[in-house]
């Protein structure tokens, strides 16, 4: 089997790629990868390996020089005669950016670069699947605390917190504009933070979350909303084996469901066992995030209900010094509580059902693997683009 695929520099794509390249059954992985040069694509290449010490089979694995956002992208792939053998394509390449002022890097990159990709992929004589790295978050945020199945989305009236889970949505749709059915394997993950395994993890995204979480004690969040989390480590053996699998349907959860999910309590619970020097976790309602923005703006008036925190208030002015960094640290968090707040669960029975997997480990629980790394997160610096 011949493997195109997209974003293997990335969180997912990179765990998909070492997972891939152990696979007997894999006979080339292609990878797109944005580079000025082969030289320097091998490299970016050899470094997903060098991460944990994989093995690297520069025979198995060939980089195509590309770029998402590039006009020609489609006939620069038709006229690589190299790549005309792939069998199957994982689309893993996405601008995963919340922050507002991306939103039109992300629709070009996740909704004008996969058409790019599709229109590749429809000539290609010998394509079996497109596996398509969606998002479960596509379900919107009218949808409250509750599990959610694989049917209910996509959804053209779901309403999104974020540009991104929007284009990832419309991406969906264009696919099977494109492509038969029986082509297309639609993964969608919950929220990958981190990895289970005792090492250090493939990126800080979402555990740049938890960090400033960590760091800031005070939470406007409900606690006991239901978090799904998964480590990429899953989430790439999932993928894997579900394109291997016997199929029972094309779209796919790869969550945590019902037995796998946390809460924002339960995750303070572990982060106060390891950093015990800070004051208590403390989680106080969503509305008092905007009194904390006027806090920091030295605007909140004097009887306001936060005051009644007022030793967190102390902590902060302690840690931070300058209330511009909180500012900061809380406008990065802000779509974070959202999604947090939203109290999805994903149901995964499909993907255990076919796969025969078993439930992943709590976030709680693994994350316990990972504590010396959160503790190394700059939190200003990832707050900069979080
Ligand atoms: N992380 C999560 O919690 C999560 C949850 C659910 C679903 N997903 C989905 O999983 C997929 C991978 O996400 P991730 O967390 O691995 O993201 P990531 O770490 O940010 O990686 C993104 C990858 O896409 C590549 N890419 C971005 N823009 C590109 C462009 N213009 N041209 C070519 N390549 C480009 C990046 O390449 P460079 O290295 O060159 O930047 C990188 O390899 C996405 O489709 C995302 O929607 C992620």
């Not at 479960?136 to 309403?159: F, H, M, Q, Y």
């Not at 239901?226 to 993928?239: H, T």
């Not at 106080?284 to 605007?299: A, D, M, R």
């Amino acid at each position: 089997m011949n493997i195109f695929l997209t974003g293997a520099t990335g969180l997912v794509g990179g765990e998909l790629l070492v997972t891939l390249s152990q696979r007997k059954e894999v006979n080339k992985i292609y990878c797109l990868i944005r580079s000025k040069s082969e030289a320097e694509a091998t490299q970016r290449l050899e470094k997903v390996f060098a991460l944990h010490n994989d093995h690297f089979d520069r025979e198995k694995i060939v980089p195509v020089l590309g770029n998402l956002f590039d006009d020609n992208l489609t006939n620069s792939l038709i006229e690589n005669t190299t790549i005309s053998d792939t069998d199957v394509i994982i689309h893993s390449a996405a601008n995963t950016s919340f922050s507002r002022v991306n939103d039109d890097l992300v629709e070009k990159a996740n909704i004008g670069g996969l058409t790019k990709i599709l229109l590749w992929a429809k000539q290609l004589p010998h394509l079996q699947t497109f596996v398509y790295i969606g998002t479960a978050t596509i379900c919107g945020k009218d949808v409250k605390d509750r599990i959610v199945t694989e049917d209910e989305s996509p959804n053209l009236n779901a309403t999104h917190l974020v540009k991104y889970t929007y284009t990832k949505m419309r991406g969906e749709i264009i696919i099977r504009e494109h492509l038969p059915e029986d082509k297309i394997l639609i993964t969608r993950p919950s929220i990958i933070m981190g990895d289970s395994r005792p090492i250090i993890p493939r990126s800080p995204v979402i555990l740049w979350a938890m960090a400033t979480i960590n760091h800031l004690r005070l939470i406007p969040v409900n606690e006991h909303a239901q978090l799904d989390m998964i480590p990429v480590n899953y989430a790439a053996e999932a993928i894997v084996n579900l394109l291997f699998a016997n199929r029972k349907y094309h779209v796919y959860h790869i969550s945590a469901g019902e037995a796998g999910s946390t809460t924002a309590l339960k995750l303070s619970k572990t982060l106060e066992s390891y950093f015990d020097d800070m004051p208590p976790f403390n989680f106080i309602n969503k509305s008092l995030l905007n009194q904390v923005k006027h806090w920091t703006k030295g605007k909140l008036q004097p009887e306001s209900e936060l005051y009644t925190y007022r030793q967190y208030l102390d902590y902060w002015k302690e840690t931070f010094e300058d209330k511009s960094k909180l500012r900061l640290l809380f406008t990065g968090l802000d779509p974070y509580l959202e999604f947090m707040e939203l109290g999805h669960v994903f149901d995964n029975s499909r993907l255990l059902e076919d796969t025969g997997m078993a439930n992943s480990e709590p976030a709680d629980v693994y994350m316990n693997n990972s504590m010396n790394f959160v503790e190394k997160i700059d939190i200003l610096e990832g707050a900069i683009d979080p």
